[in-house]
């Protein structure tokens, strides 16, 4: 799919935002979740931005895969960093002055609940990661949150909305609790496309 189509079948609805944003002069993180095609969110460096871009992932073990998958959502001008990895990166945009933007997709189950920090999602108590917070007060980034809608089959909305500028003026797990918010509301938008697949109340 070439970028010109691209951006019709994924339009940024308030490319203005992003513009905005980044006029604070800070990096920013841009987070979603696994809901409609959240695959072409790596598009989102073909709107008005000048930044480079680093979307988290987790590496594939196979490496004819792993490379297969850094192609195909890396096409955008988005590179792809493994999430052991992220934190270095980080720290070598803040030290060089980097600014930059960064996508992460953090709505799944974390491994080890017993140590995770627990919130409400779906009404339900519910394990939850807080790395996009606890990078935001650390390098004090930006956060957004990438609020997706189905216009029709094949064709998706994006509407950026700022969380914050300021991470650390919020208390431990605020941030978390308000990207939990914003993924709430766009399943009982539309709940037939979250990925339900990958159940994510499994270590309840």
Not at 53 to 72: A, E, S, T
Request: charged share 30%; proline share 3%.
């Amino acid at each position: 799919m070439s970028a010109e189509t691209m951006k019709r079948r994924f339009k940024i609805i308030n490319p203005e935002k992003i513009t905005e944003m980044e006029q604070h002069g800070k990096s920013i993180i841009f987070m979603a979740g696994h809901h409609a095609n959240y695959e072409w969110m790596t598009s989102f460096q073909l709107g008005p931005t000048t930044r480079e871009g680093f979307g988290v992932y987790k590496r594939i073990r196979n490496p004819y895969f792993d490379k297969l998958i850094r192609d195909i959502r890396g096409k955008f001008f988005i590179e792809l960093i493994d999430k052991n990895e992220i934190s270095k990166l980080m720290q070598k945009n803040c030290d060089e002055n980097a600014l930059v933007n960064y996508g992460m997709i953090a709505d799944q189950a974390p491994r080890h609940t017993k140590k995770a920090y627990w919130g409400k999602f779906m009404g339900i108590d519910t394990p939850m990661f807080v790395g996009s917070e606890i990078f935001a007060k650390r390098f004090d980034f930006g956060l957004a949150f990438i609020h997706v809608r189905k216009v029709k089959r094949g064709y998706y909305e994006a509407e950026f909305k700022e969380i914050s500028m300021n991470p650390k003026a919020f208390k431990n797990f605020e941030i978390t609790d308000m990207y939990f918010q914003c993924i709430e509301k766009e399943i009982r938008e539309s709940p037939a496309l979250y990925f339900w697949t990958h159940n994510r109340w499994k270590h309840i």
